[in-house]
Structures are given as C-alpha cells and as structure tokens.
C-alpha cells in the first residue's frame, strides 16, 4: 500500500477528519493572505493550486479523488499564503487540523516514517516539474505528465493543464492532437 493510502486510512481509523464539506465549481477553499494550516482530502471532485503573477495565473498543482492537498507554505509555517486554492468542479473534501495530523505523526516511528515518505515523493515530484518546465519541449512535458498522471487529462479542463504545463492552450490542443 502506498503511503497516502497509509495515512488516509490512518486519519480515518483515528477518527482525526474534523469536517466534511462541499466546495462548488469556482469555490476557494483558500484565497493568498490567508493562513490555513487544514490538511485535506479531496473526497471527489478537483480542485487547483495556483498563484497570480503580474500578468496571469499560474496553476501549479491539482488535487482530485483520493488526494491530499494543502496551502503547504501556510501549513508548515501558519503564515499568510501567496496560493489561491479553487474548486475546478463541485468537490467534496475532508478536513484534519495540522495539530491532530502532526501528533499522529510523531506518535511512532513508522507514523514518522510515513510522513517523511510522503513529503519526499512530493519534493521529488516538485523539482521532475521544475526541470520539465525549464529543460524540455512542451511535447515532452505533457508526455511525461500524461505517463505520470493520466488521471489529471479525465478530472482537469485543458486551459488548467495548459497553465501546468506553461503553454497556450491552442498548443496543447495542437500536441493532443499530433
């Protein structure tokens, strides 16, 4: 079992969700200035993570069915955000305070353990998208997300993955299509 199935199972068994709500389509469930320090689940649904430049935003992650997803900045330093957190569609999510997750975490060492796993798989996964985003084609870019994450091509609209990918999205259509 991977370990955010690990950890979902966990949180659950412990009884640790604290609430369970509904985002509709355009909802955010965090807005930039706000501190949120929530770990959630998104239940079903999508939802995005982005950020807005001077010229646009920019969507730097997503989180659907059986996901975990958080303004990490704020979780980690419960400070003000620079992330907008938005519902894509109707997403039902669950909620575990950063207190209850963080003491399960430190209540064994295969609780620790897990927890480093999870946050090394996603810093692995932040720095493959960085060097993709600065080292490659956007052909190559959408293949390796596409092999990486098939998912995201069913749940997400192609102007979102667009931005993901840091193309127009009459170039993703074009490369869809080549």
Same mark, same amino acid.
């Given at each position: 079992m991977d370990p955010i199935s690990i950890l979902i199972e966990e949180i659950s068994n412990q009884r640790l969700w604290y609430k369970e709500f509904v985002l509709n389509r355009n909802d955010y469930l965090k807005t930039k200035g706000s501190i949120d320090t929530d770990f959630y689940l998104v239940v079903n649904g999508s939802l995005r993570i982005f950020i807005v430049d001077e010229f646009e935003e920019q969507t730097i992650r997503f989180g659907y069915k059986n996901n975990l997803i958080a303004a990490l900045d704020s979780f980690i330093h419960e400070r003000p955000s620079d992330f907008y957190i938005q519902a894509i569609k109707k997403t039902? !999510?669950?909620? +575990? *305070?950063?207190? &209850? !997750?963080?003491? $399960? +975490?430190?209540?064994? /060492?295969?609780?620790?353990? @897990? $927890?480093?796993? #999870? !946050? &090394?798989?996603? @810093? %692995?996964?932040? =720095?493959?998208? &960085?060097?993709?985003? %600065?080292?490659?084609? /956007?052909?190559?870019?959408?293949?390796?997300? %596409? *092999?990486?994450? /098939?998912?995201?091509?069913? &749940? #997400?609209?192609? *102007?979102?993955?667009?931005?993901? %990918?840091? =193309?127009? /999205?009459?170039? !993703?259509?074009? @490369?869809? *299509?080549?």
């Open positions: 039902r !999510l669950k909620a +575990v *305070k950063k207190t &209850e !997750l963080m003491s $399960w +975490v430190v209540s064994s /060492p295969e609780n620790t353990g @897990i $927890w480093y796993t #999870i !946050l &090394e798989n996603f @810093i %692995l996964q932040q =720095m493959e998208r &960085e060097r993709d985003i %600065l080292t490659t084609s /956007p052909s190559e870019r959408y293949n390796r997300v %596409l *092999k990486r994450s /098939p998912q995201l091509f069913q &749940e #997400i609209p192609n *102007k979102y993955i667009a931005s993901y %990918l840091r =193309m127009t /999205p009459e170039t !993703l259509s074009r @490369i869809k *299509k080549s």
